[in-house]
């Protein structure tokens, strides 16, 4: 097992080992040996017997939950969704990305322009002729919110 993935488990094995058995597993395995109309059949049984299984075990443990990423960030949870998605939903997911990526970069130049005031505190502009610097300080106001 590699460093990365001894940091970031697997997410769905994760949940699939909270909410399952090892008997419900075992059935599960055993469902490719059965003819197809009883492969129908116990496919709903394995999953009713997990929905009640994960009933049983917050009636058990209410407080139990899987742990929380300590910082969500957007490009990570887009990458993991990835290839589950199909090509339109991937290309929703690239936007969202580019998103917050322009949002992280506006951030990034409003930190920049802050300290160019401290450091020149007897005025920074973006020049004596250009009428539309208040527009751009409003717009990097804005993203600093």
């Known amino acids: 097992m590699s460093r990365d993935d001894r940091e970031h488990p697997d997410k769905i094995q994760a949940f699939d080992a909270l909410f399952t058995t090892n008997h419900i597993q075992m059935y599960k395995i055993l469902l490719p040996y059965l003819e197809a109309s009883l492969q129908k059949q116990l496919a ?6 997990e929905f009640q299984y994960t009933l049983t075990y917050f009636k058990l443990h209410p407080a139990a939950a899987m742990p929380r990423e300590t910082q969500p960030d957007a490009a990570t949870m887009c990458s993991e969704l990835a290839p589950f998605c199909s090509s339109s939903e991937k290309a929703q997911l690239d936007k ?8 992280k970069n506006a951030k990034e130049m409003m930190e920049t322009i802050n300290m160019m005031k401290e450091l020149f505190p007897e005025g920074f502009s973006f020049g004596e002729d250009n009428d539309s610097a208040p527009d751009i300080m409003q717009m990097f106001q804005m993203f600093h919110k």
């Open 44 to 49: 709903v049984y394995i999953k009713y017997m």
């Open 96 to 103: 969202i990305v580019e998103l917050f990526s322009n949002i």
